[in-house]
């Protein structure tokens, strides 16, 4: 089969770069277009990028010649990982262009015909591209503490309703890009903000669990209270989460029930798909950045500690890869699914 040709926007950032680490022999795309910074354009990839991925730059991507933001560009399917500061209007442009954007920035996700997908709980959201206008289309993945969140409670609240959820998150250096926090602010310490995260939980949960309604989505009504940390850990973020149920529900319920998650990915056996969308960790002192955040490649949510709470009626720990799962595995997977919904045909 022929492989599909994409282009990165923002080629040069830790998001477009793990967008180029996991694109490397996929079976359904294969990179041929590269957008940076006028800074970065013209130049061979490799010396435009400061590599920071855990394997070498694919030698074809190497030599690959950077193209300004303002390139036309002959790739149907793009990915993001341009800074929020220029992906709202080059977005828009491109899709007005033709182009199909799979986003990981957050400026059109809360856009009423842009869908903000995780495939395994609402890829019937996808319907929403319909409604937008111009011959392209852009379609988002959510913020990266969203991403884990939202995993963990769509199962949880299809069995026992979710009526109010608290939670605070423990987020990875990673996650503020590169250079990202200075050394001397986050060495041995926290950081008891991250700009603009806890509204992005707050509003992205509920639009991701929402119910599509024709032209747009109706937001689900659960209540969410989010705070925010930055930690000096390299890659996983960790959120320690408390769940109130409309209906009665034992821990062992609630285990069973996340480990039987799966969707349309899981189904069509999907590239990038994880086997198991949650893994349930019964260590007391687990899960650990350390140790966990790789399992199914990235790509999974991974849960521990669940018991009783008493003040909710359960809490537990959930971590996830924040550039894998939480940025560019996730866009991948979306365009995986839109692909087999046949959009892409």
């Given amino acids: ?7 990165v926007l923002g080629a040069t950032g830790i998001v477009g770069q793990k967008f180029i680490r996991l694109l490397e022999d996929h079976p359904l795309f294969s990179v041929s277009e590269l957008v940076a910074s006028e800074r970065s354009a ?38 993001s990982g341009l800074d929020s500061s220029v992906a709202g209007d080059a977005e828009a442009a491109y899709a007005a262009a033709g182009h199909t954007v799979l986003s990981n920035s957050s400026n059109h996700r809360m856009d009423s015909d842009v869908p903000l997908i995780i495939p395994e709980i609402n890829p019937d959201h996808f319907e929403l591209v319909k ?10 993945n959510s913020n990266c503490s969203t991403m884990f969140l939202a ?36 060495l041995g310490n926290v950081i008891p903000y991250i700009r603009n995260e806890e509204e ?28 925010c940390n930055r930690v000096p850990v390299l890659d ?35 590239p990038t798909a994880p086997q198991r969308p949650i893994i349930v960790m019964e260590q007391p002192d687990r899960p650990q950045p350390a140790r ?14 669940i018991r009783p709470c008493n003040i909710l009626d359960f809490k537990m720990i959930v971590l996830g890869h924040n550039t894998v799962r939480g940025a560019a595995g996730a866009a991948i997977l979306n365009a995986e699914t839109y692909h087999a919904l046949g959009y892409l045909s």
């Fill in 42 to 79: 013209g130049k061979k990839y490799a010396e435009a990028v400061a590599w920071k991925q855990e394997t070498p730059i694919p030698t074809d991507v190497a030599r690959m010649i950077v193209k300004p933001l303002s390139a036309e560009l002959s790739s149907s399917l793009l990915f």
């Fill in 1 to 7: 089969m022929k492989k599909i040709q994409i282009g």
């Fill in 236 to 270: 996983g973020h960790m959120q320690a989460l408390s769940v109130k149920f409309a209906e009665s529900a034992t821990v062992d319920e609630v285990k069973l029930t996340l480990l039987a998650f799966e969707g349309l990915p899981q189904e069509r056996a999907l």
């Fill in 131 to 140: 409604h937008q206008q111009g011959p392209g289309a852009i379609i988002t």
């Fill in 151 to 186: 995993m963990v409670l769509a199962p949880l609240d299809r069995r026992f309703g979710v009526e109010a959820v608290q939670v605070t998150t423990m987020q990875a250096i990673s996650g503020a890009g590169y250079p990202g926090v200075a050394s001397m602010d986050i």
């Fill in 200 to 227: 992005k939980m707050e509003e992205e949960v509920a639009k991701i669990l929402g119910k599509l309604d024709d032209d747009h989505v109706e937001a689900h009504p659960m209540t969410i209270s989010a705070q």
């Fill in 292 to 305: 966990d955040v790789w399992l199914e490649n990235g790509m999974s949510a991974v849960v521990g500690r």
